[in-house]
């Protein structure tokens, strides 16, 4: 069939102009296309794992100086793309819906996923411990001596756990391992003695070690004595306690533990206290974790469960051989590793000297109740100056300021447990840059203390024991040294990231960084000192993911 054009119009005109339209629709959807602005509009916009998160009472603390509290947080996946108050994020979602096709902006109404979060609750960023030991707080549970008072409860606790352990009752051979005495609390403090494991016969002749609450000690029976045999005179770093014959009295200080021929954690074994703390530490609103002494064996555990994504938090490891030797060509460098992208070693961990409820701590002048100690240097001084030069050349978490006169913010030293400081260092501290952790970055040193980090933010800002009483009366412990709620937060947020290199990331709820937080039972910014310690975990978020409780 064959026709004429309207009147007037050029055949070519009639027939081009649609066609110059479809091709100028089509680059430019080509083009957002490619620079992946408009399939990142879509997916935000349609995708199920897109959802708000808002309060009602603005109960989101968000870490961020340019908005400290808001109403909303919106999710994409892992990632937090938007916070402010509800209408204007809505308003924001809207005007990025008018770029999409019209059967995609019909859908955007229908598809965005609200959650309105209790008004008494609160939502805070990810809560990280920046010091800690994963699998020797799984090791504890198992056989916790940490509610003890006296030998005689130590003792009952062991008859109770080999009664009920029907492997360990019927073979005498095997090891009795526990962790959390502590001799400070006994009606007479003192150390106690390897005879004190043979009394009963129901220990008698089984190979027991016990390690004291710091880890700092372990107290082992006369069984363990006899397989360690013959013992040295002296003990670089550590200390053999001995009684006035000169004979062990089943007491190892420090770097002396390393006798001891406890059989080592298998694979399997290592996996079971992980998930004994990865399961706590979850319950509990921990979303990521400073390990602050994962020797190779234990890097190498890691490493394979952030190969198989199978990491329930994020892991920041500070490595660690026990040698006064270079070791750092035995440990990897890990940059958020692994299938999930959980899994950093960038750090190490070296140790001058030992803890102070083990007489180890280095002082200055004598213990007040043992005038005849001052403390173990467990890495003499030229020794670990010689490895702090040789990890920074190697690029591990250390700084050498005085000769090359480098950036600390590139390198952010940490000095762990950073308890007993003169104002004088303190302050040199301050100057140079140095994170004193216990301090701010907070850290709690579990199994040393709880894993619940509410109680050390309740001591950071009430300076209370959990009773509401201290030292100094109920007003707190020395109380000009309390952190407000804020500081307090934020020390265990984004300081903690910023310890970690990490505060790109993590640390706080802003557009662009992962979306780790945790929702508690109630406003932990507001309430009084003792409901603090009553709050509960309603939910534990990781990249956006609840991997504990329910939102």
Not at 69 to 79: P, T, Y
Not at 122 to 151: C, R
Not at 441 to 462: K, N, R, W
Not at 502 to 522: M, N
């Amino acid at each position: 069939m064959s026709g004429k054009p309207n009147a007037g119009a050029k055949p070519e005109e009639s027939s081009r102009a649609p066609t110059n339209l479809s091709w100028t629709i089509s680059a430019i959807l080509v083009s957002f296309l490619v620079s992946g602005w408009f399939f990142d509009a879509y997916h935000m916009l349609l995708s199920r794992e897109n959802y708000l998160l808002c309060s009602s009472s603005k109960n989101i603390y968000t870490v961020d100086n340019a908005k400290p509290r808001v109403e909303c947080i919106s999710i994409k996946g892992s990632k937090i793309v938007d916070t402010g108050d509800f209408d204007e994020v809505i308003r924001r979602r809207a005007a990025l819906s008018s770029y999409l096709p019209h059967w995609a902006s019909n859908f955007v109404g229908r598809t965005a996923n609200v959650i309105q979060v209790d008004p008494n609750s609160v939502v805070v960023p990810g809560i990280a411990d920046a010091h800690a030991h994963i699998l020797q707080y799984g090791f504890m549970k198992e056989l916790s001596l940490t509610s003890t008072n006296s030998i005689e409860d130590i003792v009952s606790l062991i008859k109770e756990y080999i009664l009920s352990h029907p492997e360990v009752l019927n073979d005498k051979s095997k090891w009795i391992e526990g962790m959390g005495w502590d001799q400070t609390k006994w009606p007479i403090a003192q150390f106690p003695t390897a005879a004190d494991l043979d009394k009963d016969p129901l220990l008698k002749g089984r190979p027991i070690s016990l390690s004291r609450v710091d880890v700092h000690a372990k107290w082992v029976s006369p069984r363990v004595l006899e397989l360690i045999g013959e013992l040295p005179d002296d003990v670089e770093g550590g200390k053999i306690i001995r009684d006035d014959a000169g004979h062990p009295t089943g007491i190892f200080v420090d770097k002396a533990m390393a006798l001891i021929p406890a059989p080592q954690w298998s694979e399997e074994r290592m996996s079971q206290l992980f998930d004994i703390t990865m399961r706590d530490a979850l319950s509990h609103g921990l979303t990521s974790i400073h390990d602050a002494m994962t020797f190779p064996e234990e890097i190498a555990f890691y490493k394979k469960k952030a190969e198989e994504g199978k990491l329930p938090n994020r892991l920041y490891l500070m490595g660690h051989l026990q040698s006064t030797e270079y070791w750092g060509d035995q440990i990897p460098h890990l940059q958020s590793y692994g299938k999930q992208g959980r899994l950093t070693l960038r750090s190490v961990k070296l140790v001058t000297d030992g803890a102070l409820g083990s007489w180890g701590a280095a002082l200055i002048e004598p213990y007040t109740d043992r005038p005849d100690i001052t403390g173990l240097i467990l890495t003499p001084e030229e020794k670990l100056s010689k490895l702090v030069h040789q990890f920074w050349k190697d690029r591990f978490q250390v700084d050498v300021m005085t000769k090359h006169g480098v950036n600390v913010t590139e390198w952010r030293p940490r000095i762990e447990h950073a308890q007993i400081m003169t104002i004088e260092e303190l302050q040199r501290m301050g100057k140079l840059g140095v994170s004193p952790n216990h301090v701010l970055p907070i850290g709690s040193d579990f199994p040393v203390e709880s894993i619940d980090p509410l109680l050390g933010f309740y001591a950071a800002i009430a300076r209370l024991y959990t009773d509401g009483t201290s030292p100094h009366g109920p007003g707190g412990w020395y109380p000009k040294e309390k952190l407000s709620r804020a500081q307090a937060l934020k020390g265990m947020t984004l300081d903690a990231a910023y310890a970690s290199f990490a505060e790109k990331d993590i640390g706080s709820l802003e557009p662009g960084k992962k979306s780790d937080f945790v929702v508690f039972d109630r406003d932990i910014m507001t309430i009084p000192y003792a409901e603090i310690l009553k709050t509960k975990v309603s939910a534990t978020v990781i990249d956006g993911k609840v991997v504990y409780g329910a939102l």
